[in-house]
């Protein structure tokens, strides 16, 4: 892996985390005064709307299950601003023991790539006269239900629309394949703690197939709010949750996820929060603009990595014998002259050939350079 882009996404990992944390900070100190106020969500015009325990269905609007008290939901943003915390040093702990191969990495990377690919969306649909529209209007009298929103949902959506529609359908998968035939992209392992936290799984037919659904069904789910035009770009912002939490775990997406929703309204002077200065905002500029500009870079180096992936794949198939495709077993990243390649961290020869010489363990997901 390019040691200069390697060192490129570490500064922007360095901003993201920077970003975090004063969101975080932000979150704590609005919260417990806010905390009554939630409770009965009496502010402004927002005054005590319904908000239910709802689940996604592919359609534009969610199904509403049951109303429980507003409560409740003033306890449950304390608790999800506890998870971010807990699984951003998750996050850290593991970029410092490899950073190239940590959450962190992808995170920081996915976001640039995802704003860039975003901007130029938004861009080109109001061009061809289709715009999003948001449902986030400026002003103050909205605040306290933006919070609550942007909060919320960083760690709710992913339990309903990761865990629902990827860990649970490939966890029924891969108990059925154990008694016909076994699956190729398989856990050799499959505690029932996979199904809620993810992470650890390959990237096979049955992985991609339950990720491009659970994205289609997440962006069609933001039509109702937002607009028809909001799909293509909130299906694209469901696949790389889904990839971060299929690769690592529930934290990453939902820290992904948060980054995303919460800094715009928490930290900016836009929808009136009463600790936004034109420090803060100007802060959360300048982290949107620069990951904008990285989001250009990481577009250009992703599609130099499809293309050598497509020549590195040519060049394989053209190279591989009868008696090396016996060697070294089924996997196009193991064909090749010099014999299956072994994982630095869990000793396994079974992985896939990404470009060059760089190659993904399908055992425990590392990816490393092969020596």
């Given at each position: 892996m390019n040691?200069?882009y390697?060192?490129?996404?570490?500064?922007?990992?360095?901003?993201?985390?920077v970003?975090?944390?004063?969101d975080i900070v932000m979150t704590l100190?609005?919260?417990?005064s806010?905390?009554g106020a939630i409770?009965?969500?009496t502010e402004g015009p927002?005054?005590n709307p319904?908000?239910p325990?709802?689940v996604i269905?592919?359609?534009?609007?969610?199904?509403?299950?049951?109303?429980?008290p507003?409560?409740?939901?003033a306890?449950w943003?304390?608790?999800?601003t506890?998870?971010v915390?807990?699984?951003?040093?998750?996050s850290?702990?593991g970029?410092?023991?490899?950073?190239?191969n940590?959450?962190l990495?992808?995170?920081?990377e996915f976001?640039?790539?995802?704003?860039?690919?975003s901007?130029?969306?938004?861009?080109?649909?109001a061009?061809?006269g289709?715009?999003i529209?948001?449902?986030?209007t400026?002003?103050?009298?909205h605040?306290l239900?933006y919070?609550?929103s942007v909060?919320?949902?960083g760690?709710y959506e992913e339990?309903?629309?990761?865990v629902?529609?990827?860990g649970?359908p490939?966890f029924?998968?891969?108990?059925?394949s154990?008694?016909?035939k076994r699956s190729p992209?398989?856990?050799?392992?499959?505690?029932?703690w996979?199904?809620?936290?993810g992470?650890g799984?390959?990237f096979g037919?049955?992985?991609?197939?339950?990720?491009?659904?659970?994205s289609l069904i997440f962006?069609?789910?933001?039509?109702?709010?937002?607009?028809?035009s909001?799909?293509?770009q909130?299906?694209l912002?469901g696949?790389?949750?889904?990839?971060?939490?299929?690769?690592?775990?529930?934290y990453?997406?939902?820290?992904f996820?948060?980054?995303?929703?919460?800094?715009?309204?928490?930290?900016t002077?836009?929808?009136?929060s009463?600790?936004?200065t034109?420090?803060?905002t100007?802060?959360y500029?300048v982290?949107?603009?620069?990951?904008?500009?990285?989001?250009?870079?990481?577009?250009?180096m992703?599609?130099?990595?499809l293309v050598n992936?497509i020549?590195r794949?040519k060049a394989v198939?053209?190279e591989?014998?009868?008696?090396a495709?016996?060697a070294?077993?089924?996997?196009?990243g193991?064909?090749?002259s010099?014999?299956?390649?072994?994982?630095?961290?869990?000793?396994?020869l079974?992985s896939?050939l990404?470009?060059?010489?760089i190659?993904?363990c399908?055992?425990?997901?590392?990816?490393y350079?092969?020596?």
């Amino acid at each position: 892996m390019n040691k200069g882009y390697v060192a490129f996404v570490a500064v922007l990992g360095i901003l993201w985390v920077v970003t975090m944390i004063v969101d975080i900070v932000m979150t704590l100190s609005i919260y417990p005064s806010k905390f009554g106020a939630i409770a009965s969500l009496t502010e402004g015009p927002t005054a005590n709307p319904a908000f239910p325990i709802y689940v996604i269905i592919g359609l534009p609007e969610a199904v509403g299950l049951f109303y429980p008290p507003y409560l409740f939901w003033a306890v449950w943003i304390g608790v999800v601003t506890a998870a971010v915390i807990v699984f951003l040093i998750i996050s850290l702990y593991g970029s410092v023991q490899e950073y190239a191969n940590s959450s962190l990495y992808k995170i920081s990377e996915f976001f640039a790539l995802n704003l860039f690919l975003s901007y130029v969306y938004i861009v080109v649909v109001a061009y061809l006269g289709h715009p999003i529209t948001s449902p986030f209007t400026s002003g103050t009298g909205h605040f306290l239900s933006y919070f609550f929103s942007v909060t919320n949902a960083g760690l709710y959506e992913e339990l309903i629309s990761r865990v629902t529609y990827v860990g649970i359908p490939l966890f029924i998968y891969y108990s059925w394949s154990v008694h016909g035939k076994r699956s190729p992209s398989r856990p050799n392992k499959l505690p029932w703690w996979r199904i809620i936290w993810g992470g650890g799984y390959r990237f096979g037919k049955p992985e991609i197939v339950v990720l491009v659904i659970s994205s289609l069904i997440f962006g069609i789910a933001h039509a109702g709010s937002w607009s028809i035009s909001k799909i293509p770009q909130a299906a694209l912002g469901g696949v790389f949750l889904g990839v971060l939490y299929m690769r690592f775990g529930l934290y990453a997406d939902v820290l992904f996820h948060f980054s995303v929703d919460s800094p715009g309204v928490v930290m900016t002077n836009v929808y009136g929060s009463p600790l936004a200065t034109a420090g803060t905002t100007d802060l959360y500029s300048v982290f949107i603009l620069v990951f904008l500009v990285a989001g250009a870079v990481v577009t250009v180096m992703y599609i130099a990595k499809l293309v050598n992936l497509i020549n590195r794949r040519k060049a394989v198939g053209a190279e591989a014998t009868p008696a090396a495709s016996s060697a070294t077993g089924s996997g196009y990243g193991q064909l090749n002259s010099n014999g299956p390649s072994k994982c630095p961290r869990c000793g396994s020869l079974d992985s896939n050939l990404l470009y060059d010489d760089i190659h993904r363990c399908n055992s425990c997901g590392t990816v490393y350079k092969k020596s």
